[in-house]
């Protein structure tokens, strides 16, 4: 009758000792899931801080390359505004060279005569 006793006492403590560590691994599986499920989260939003970031300094730099690109255009047209206005100039003071030049001519015939 001990005997039935002392081994009722054994198949009960591994029974125990068997949920127990049942319900402690699954505890332990629990907490590895909420803990990947935060590691996910947070690589999720490192990526997206990044996205963001990136997204904004490609965007800064594109403004840069607009308004460089303004500035080359105002540059070649002030370039080609001054080249047409120095050929008018130029065509212009030609031309009052010439009118003077045949006033004289006019002015020194008109004296001989």
Do not use: D, P
């Amino acid at each position: 009758n001990k005997l039935k006793y002392e081994q009722l006492k054994v198949i009960s403590s591994i029974i125990i000792q068997k949920y127990i560590r049942s319900r402690l691994s699954r505890n332990e599986m629990n907490r590895r899931r909420k803990e990947l499920e935060l590691f996910k989260y947070k690589w999720l939003c490192c990526r997206l801080i990044q996205k963001v970031f990136r997204g904004l300094l490609g965007r800064k730099k594109a403004i840069q390359q607009r308004l460089h690109l303004i500035k080359e255009l105002q540059r070649k047209a002030v370039i080609n505004i001054q080249r047409v206005f120095r050929g008018y100039r130029g065509r212009l003071l030609t031309a009052i060279a010439k009118a003077l030049r045949i006033l004289r001519k006019q002015r020194n015939n008109a004296a001989i005569t």
